[in-house]
């Protein structure tokens, strides 16, 4: 039995200089942006949001779970490719060389804690336990840029780095599962 798989990118977030990316709070534009992700999340009849540890997922999660009456609880394993070592990056222009070059070459620990290809296999199975552990259900999963790009990058046949770049916050990447078809993507939500 097909059903749906949606990947939710967290809404906007503000970077602190000293604290650490998984402490980021949404923004008050971050907040704002989860009614009309919401909206656009109605759609695809989700029964559950699940999301990963860190907070602007969170926030994400519980503030479209709200607005949609639906249960929303926490993952392990479902969090952004772990960077926590990694220093701030001053300039966009930095960050973009970093992640560029972590999704060019997976295989290496370009960058953090872990190689792509250690963070795409850390959040396919925790995709899998959740789908498995809800096996009726349409589920979102609300996550993050890095890791979520490094794993659909191998159903949809997309240049890699051109997904990463194009995925707002929010954004939504749709999937029927388990055939794992693309059946949409909104990159940007405002």
Not at 8 to 24: C, D
Not at 50 to 63: F, H, N, Q, Y
Not at 154 to 170: A, D, N, V
């Amino acid at each position: 039995m097909e059903r749906n798989l949606v990947f939710i990118r967290h809404s906007q977030s503000q970077p602190e200089v000293g604290v650490t990316a998984q402490e980021w709070q949404l923004t008050a534009e971050g907040r704002r942006r989860c009614i009309p992700l919401a909206a656009q999340l109605a759609a695809y009849n989700l029964d559950v949001i699940v999301t990963s540890t860190e907070r602007k997922a969170i926030e994400t999660g519980k503030l479209v779970s709200e607005t949609l009456g639906i249960l929303c609880r926490v993952e392990k394993n479902l969090h952004e490719h772990e960077r926590e070592t990694a220093p701030y990056f001053e300039t966009n222009a930095e960050f973009q060389e970093a992640v560029g070059a972590l999704l060019a070459r997976p295989s290496e620990l370009v960058f953090g804690e872990e190689t792509g290809h250690e963070a795409r296999k850390r959040f396919a199975i925790a995709v899998e336990s959740v789908m498995s552990a809800n096996p009726q259900e349409n589920i979102g999963i609300v996550t993050h840029g890095t890791v979520l790009t490094l794993y659909v990058s191998h159903f949809t046949r997309k240049e890699i780095f051109t997904i990463w770049q194009g995925l707002g916050m929010p954004a939504i990447m749709a999937f029927s599962y388990p055939a794992m078809k693309l059946l949409a993507q909104v990159n940007k939500i405002a």
